[in-house]
């Protein structure tokens, strides 16, 4: 009975531990296996641990080459889908125009549509307009589709943010300018770190809507796929585990920013 008591007083925790074993196993596979020295051409199977890859991530041709690539058109997209998405999410929330039902829902149908959609439409495009496929379709493919997330995330802020802030900014004389640089920005500041984040992990991880638009040009993702058929290079989980854990540095660092800001505001 104690047991019994014990497990639903802590039953959400357990659950929430167990999904995020489940969700973190395959980032502990590829850690584990990136200390592998496998015998063949395929690192599916543990066979000595050895650390010659660690000590050698370029090793393999091309490799360095399309992680390079993939985030330098990861960047760029950012850059430009967070810089569009933060000007339409505050057309959409602060101004009244024609057609703005049919803009917030338009916002919503990359999202909502199969990449694969998107990917051939985009294609369709580019092909008809003559452009030679290459690293500029794939930016603005990109770009395209991370759109909406970086408008959905800004435009949740932006929403939630007090008018009377900016207002009593204005008594004080403050011109729109500096209103908006002092007050709006580091209000919205949050949403758009996190639809700019956002939208720099779907462009660097995307596969389909590049594999479509990219010609010859091979970004990471299509070199992992190309490589996975002729075998997988213990190279690639090295990658796989460096990003992993820059991006919960990245997450710690953020929570310890946010802790210190809280303490200093209480």
Not at 91 to 105: D, E, I, T
Request: hydrophobic fraction near 55%; include cysteine.
């Amino acid at each position: 009975m104690f047991f019994v008591n014990w497990l639903k007083r802590h039953f959400v925790v357990i659950a929430g531990l167990i999904t995020l074993s489940y969700l973190l196993l395959p980032n502990i596979v590829v850690t584990v296996f990136s200390f592998n020295k496998p015998k063949g051409r395929f690192n599916y199977t543990w066979q000595q641990f050895s650390t010659d890859a660690w000590k050698d991530p370029c090793g393999v041709s091309g490799l360095c080459g399309s992680l390079s690539l993939s985030l330098q058109i990861a960047v760029w997209a950012t850059l430009g889908a967070t810089v569009l998405g933060t000007m339409i999410a505050f057309a959409l929330v602060r101004y009244r125009f024609r057609a703005r039902g049919a803009v917030n829902s338009l916002i919503f149908m990359p999202m909502a549509m199969p990449e694969v959609v998107m990917a051939a439409s985009l294609l369709t495009l580019f092909l008809n307009l003559g452009a030679q496929l290459g690293f500029w379709t794939i930016l603005i493919a990109h770009i395209m589709f991370c759109l909406s997330f970086v408008v959905t995330a800004v435009k949740a802020r932006v929403m939630s943010m007090d008018p009377r802030l900016e207002e009593a900014a204005r008594d004080l004389y403050a011109g729109p300018l500096q209103t908006f640089v002092r007050v709006t920005l580091p209000i919205a500041a949050p949403g758009i770190a996190a639809g700019a984040l956002l939208a720099f992990a779907l462009s660097f991880d995307d596969f389909i809507i590049t594999n479509f638009n990219a010609g010859s040009t091979v970004t990471f993702p299509m070199f992992v796929w190309g490589s996975a058929q002729r075998g997988t290079p213990v190279q690639i989980n090295v990658i796989g585990t460096a990003m992993f854990l820059v991006a919960v540095l990245l997450v710690l660092f953020s929570m310890v920013i946010g802790n210190r800001r809280h303490k200093q505001k209480a």
